[in-house]
């Protein structure tokens, strides 16, 4: 069973994404900030992070700059991918999120539930317990 970390500070939207993604067959972790965010990944290993950037304590884009630098955080989780789902959809917000490192960049607006939870599916069936292969030069 994969493990999601799910950072979102909307109790509606947490609750129905924790729920569909339970019935998904996913482990899911809840962090309602920055800092809980931070915090859980420093002891739970994960391999996905569903990342909400407008949050209380530290920002979306916080908790990415942190993960980078804090080795802790990378010791436990290795191999972790970041989604961002976000009310920031600006191009210059989605830029940042991709330079940070997130694999994906969500609108909220823009997303249904079931098309989120259909890519994170997909993401999760390609996802390997193992390292990456780089991908070849081209």
């Not at 859980?40 to 920002?59: F, G, H, M, N, Y």
């Amino acid at each position: 069973m994969q493990k999601i970390l799910l950072v979102e500070d909307d109790p509606f939207l947490s609750s129905l994404l924790k729920n569909r993604l339970q019935k998904e067959g996913f482990e899911v972790i809840h962090a309602r900030d920055g800092e809980e965010a931070l915090t859980a990944l420093r002891t739970t290993p994960v391999q996905l992070a569903l990342l909400d950037i407008i949050l209380p304590k530290r920002s979306g884009f916080e908790v990415m700059e942190e993960i980078r630098t804090d080795m802790q955080v990378k010791l436990s989780n290795a191999n972790l991918s970041i989604i961002i789902i976000s009310n920031l959809g600006q191009p210059e917000d989605m830029q940042r999120g991709k330079e940070l490192g997130a694999i994906e960049y969500f609108v909220k607006a823009k997303t249904s539930i079931d098309d989120l939870v259909g890519r994170i599916k997909e993401f999760a069936a390609g996802a390997t317990s193992e390292a990456p292969t780089p991908a070849p030069s081209a």
